[in-house]
Protein backbone atom coordinates (compact mmCIF):
# COMPACT_ATOMS: atom_id res chain seq x y z
CA UNK A 1 0.00 0.00 0.00
CA UNK A 2 1.51 3.42 -0.72
CA UNK A 3 -0.29 6.55 1.01
CA UNK A 4 -0.24 10.02 -0.82
CA UNK A 5 -0.44 13.65 0.72
CA UNK A 6 -1.29 16.51 -1.84
CA UNK A 7 -0.52 20.14 -0.45
CA UNK A 8 -0.33 23.23 -1.51
CA UNK A 9 -3.26 24.03 -3.93
CA UNK A 10 -5.52 27.41 -3.00
CA UNK A 11 -6.98 30.34 -4.94
CA UNK A 12 -4.41 32.84 -7.23
CA UNK A 13 -5.60 35.08 -9.57
CA UNK A 14 -4.82 34.32 -13.49
CA UNK A 15 -0.86 34.94 -14.53
CA UNK A 16 -0.27 33.49 -10.74
CA UNK A 17 1.71 30.85 -9.77
CA UNK A 18 1.16 27.87 -7.37
CA UNK A 19 3.50 25.19 -6.48
CA UNK A 20 2.05 21.42 -5.38
CA UNK A 21 3.27 19.49 -3.08
CA UNK A 22 2.56 15.30 -3.09
CA UNK A 23 4.26 13.20 -0.15
CA UNK A 24 4.15 9.24 -0.43
CA UNK A 25 4.19 6.81 1.88
CA UNK A 26 4.16 3.14 2.90
CA UNK A 27 5.54 1.13 0.46
CA UNK A 28 7.78 3.48 -1.81
CA UNK A 29 9.55 1.04 -2.96
CA UNK A 30 7.31 -0.60 -5.11
CA UNK A 31 6.47 3.03 -6.86
CA UNK A 32 8.12 3.22 -10.70
CA UNK A 33 6.75 6.67 -10.93
CA UNK A 34 4.82 9.84 -9.80
CA UNK A 35 2.53 12.51 -11.30
CA UNK A 36 -0.44 14.55 -11.15
CA UNK A 37 -3.85 14.73 -13.28
CA UNK A 38 -6.49 16.71 -12.97
CA UNK A 39 -10.02 16.98 -13.00
CA UNK A 40 -12.71 20.14 -13.91
CA UNK A 41 -15.90 19.64 -12.76
CA UNK A 42 -17.99 18.22 -15.68
CA UNK A 43 -14.76 16.66 -17.40
CA UNK A 44 -12.52 13.64 -17.26
CA UNK A 45 -9.41 13.03 -15.06
CA UNK A 46 -6.03 14.00 -17.34
CA UNK A 47 -3.00 13.86 -17.13
CA UNK A 48 -0.88 17.07 -15.97
CA UNK A 49 2.34 15.12 -15.98
CA UNK A 50 4.27 12.66 -14.88
CA UNK A 51 8.01 11.79 -13.38
CA UNK A 52 9.99 8.56 -13.33
CA UNK A 53 12.41 7.04 -11.05
CA UNK A 54 14.79 7.49 -13.39
CA UNK A 55 14.01 11.24 -14.18
CA UNK A 56 12.13 10.82 -17.33
CA UNK A 57 8.77 13.39 -17.20
CA UNK A 58 6.21 13.75 -19.37
CA UNK A 59 3.74 16.59 -19.63
CA UNK A 60 0.34 17.63 -21.15
CA UNK A 61 0.83 18.98 -24.16
CA UNK A 62 -1.10 22.24 -22.79
CA UNK A 63 1.01 22.21 -19.71
CA UNK A 64 4.39 22.61 -21.33
CA UNK A 65 5.98 25.34 -20.70
CA UNK A 66 3.84 26.35 -17.99
CA UNK A 67 4.29 23.63 -15.49
CA UNK A 68 7.21 22.39 -14.11
CA UNK A 69 7.19 18.29 -12.42
CA UNK A 70 10.38 17.29 -10.12
CA UNK A 71 11.32 15.04 -7.27
CA UNK A 72 12.39 11.84 -7.46
CA UNK A 73 9.60 9.79 -7.38
CA UNK A 74 9.66 7.11 -4.61
CA UNK A 75 9.04 9.79 -1.79
CA UNK A 76 8.54 13.39 -3.32
CA UNK A 77 7.03 15.32 -6.01
CA UNK A 78 5.80 18.83 -6.69
CA UNK A 79 4.30 20.83 -9.13
CA UNK A 80 5.38 24.28 -10.10
CA UNK A 81 2.31 25.90 -11.88
CA UNK A 82 3.10 29.52 -13.71
CA UNK A 83 0.84 31.62 -15.95
CA UNK A 84 -2.61 30.10 -14.50
CA UNK A 85 -5.38 30.87 -16.28
CA UNK A 86 -9.18 29.98 -15.77
CA UNK A 87 -9.27 26.92 -17.55
CA UNK A 88 -6.41 25.41 -15.24
CA UNK A 89 -9.02 25.34 -12.48
CA UNK A 90 -9.70 21.92 -11.20
CA UNK A 91 -9.18 19.25 -8.38
CA UNK A 92 -5.29 18.16 -8.85
CA UNK A 93 -4.79 14.68 -7.71
CA UNK A 94 -1.17 13.12 -6.87
CA UNK A 95 -0.41 9.73 -8.40
CA UNK A 96 1.98 6.62 -8.19
CA UNK A 97 2.05 4.01 -10.33
CA UNK A 98 3.48 0.80 -9.45
CA UNK A 99 3.73 -2.48 -11.43
CA UNK A 100 -0.03 -3.57 -10.36
CA UNK A 101 -1.53 -0.50 -9.17
CA UNK A 102 -2.21 3.22 -9.66
CA UNK A 103 -2.50 4.91 -6.24
CA UNK A 104 -4.36 8.38 -5.94
CA UNK A 105 -4.23 11.13 -3.45
CA UNK A 106 -7.34 12.56 -1.95
CA UNK A 107 -6.44 16.17 -3.99
CA UNK A 108 -6.04 19.51 -3.78
CA UNK A 109 -8.36 22.37 -5.40
CA UNK A 110 -6.80 24.88 -7.86
CA UNK A 111 -9.12 27.88 -8.25
CA UNK A 112 -8.15 30.61 -10.77
CA UNK A 113 -10.11 33.45 -10.77
CA UNK A 114 -10.09 35.58 -13.93
Known amino acids: QVQLVESGGGLVQAGGSLRLSCAAS????????MGWYRQAPGNQRELVAT??????RNYAHSMKGRFTISGNAKNTVWLQMNSLNPEDTAVYYC?????????WGQGTQVTVSS
Open 26 to 33: GSIFSINA
Open 51 to 56: ITTSGS
Open 95 to 103: NAATTDYDY
